[in-house]
């Protein structure tokens, strides 16, 4: 079982709608979660980061935990055509040492007009 | 400049040379982490410093590879006698410190081992 699991997609959505991405994790003793977007070609950019259970928004960007059910899942509102892009997931977590991060294999997300 | 930076941007390098990739953390941040993306696969964690020391070398794919900070800043991974498998990009994160803090990367460097 991989440590960080994600659905590898692509998710294609239509400009306006929501895209829900989603995200499990093995280690129960995972603490940190974070959501990277990386656009081809490209390094990964931070979008937020989620350390309590329940929900987190930030403009069009909602994060949500639930570490009873080990899962991470991003919301996107209003779904742009500059939003498409590879979506990953990062845990830290206690068998990584609690300092590396350990990512899923991220879910290609297409947004058309 | 306020993010991260990395040196060279891209590498072409023939089998066997070592090479040396430079990586330059934002200020303040004291831990520093490289990992590596190979085509098609997802980010695989090599080591991080915490100031200069690397508590955790547990990523670093062989002997081959080996990297340093100095001065609680810039930080430099050297690849030996490259093989054709380091083909990859290979990126470097910086945060303010450990357990937990966000980790913001830099551009890469990609390299080519022809």
């Known amino acids: 079982q991989k440590e960080v699991e994600q659905n590898s997609g692509p998710l294609s959505v239509p400009e306006g709608a929501i895209a829900s991405l989603n995200c499990t994790y093995s280690?129960?003793?995972?603490?940190?979660f974070f959501w990277y977007r990386q656009y081809s070609g490209k390094s990964p950019e931070l979008i937020m980061s989620?350390?309590?259970?329940g929900d987190k928004e930030d403009g069009r960007f909602t994060a949500q935990l639930n570490k009873a059910s080990q899962y991470v899942s991003l919301l996107i509102r209003d779904s742009q055509p500059s939003d498409s892009a590879t979506y990953l997931c990062?845990?830290?977590?206690?068998?990584?040492?609690?300092?590396?991060?350990?990512f899923g294999a991220g879910t290609r997300l297409a947004v058309h007009p | 400049g306020a993010g991260v930076s990395q040196s060279p941007s891209n590498k072409v390098t023939e089998k066997g040379k070592d090479v040396e990739l430079r990586c330059d953390p934002i200020?303040?941040?004291?831990?520093l982490y490289w990992y590596r993306q190979s085509l098609g696969q997802g980010l695989e964690f090599l080591i991080y410093?915490?100031?200069?020391?690397?508590?955790?070398k547990s990523g670093l794919p062989s002997d081959r590879f080996s990297a340093e900070r100095t001065g609680g800043s810039v930080s430099t991974l050297t690849i030996q006698r490259t093989q054709q498998e380091d083909s990859a990009v290979y990126l470097c994160?910086?945060?303010?410190?450990?357990?937990?803090?966000?980790?913001?990367f830099g551009p890469g460097t990609r390299l080519t081992v022809t």
């Open positions: 994160a910086s945060s303010l410190g450990t357990v937990g803090y966000e980790q913001y």
């Open positions: 280690d129960r003793g995972s603490q940190s």
């Open positions: 989620i350390y309590s259970n």
């Open positions: 990062a845990v830290i977590s206690l068998r990584g040492g609690y300092n590396k991060l350990i």
């Open positions: 200020s303040g941040h004291t831990a």
């Open positions: 410093f915490q100031g200069n020391s690397a508590p955790d």
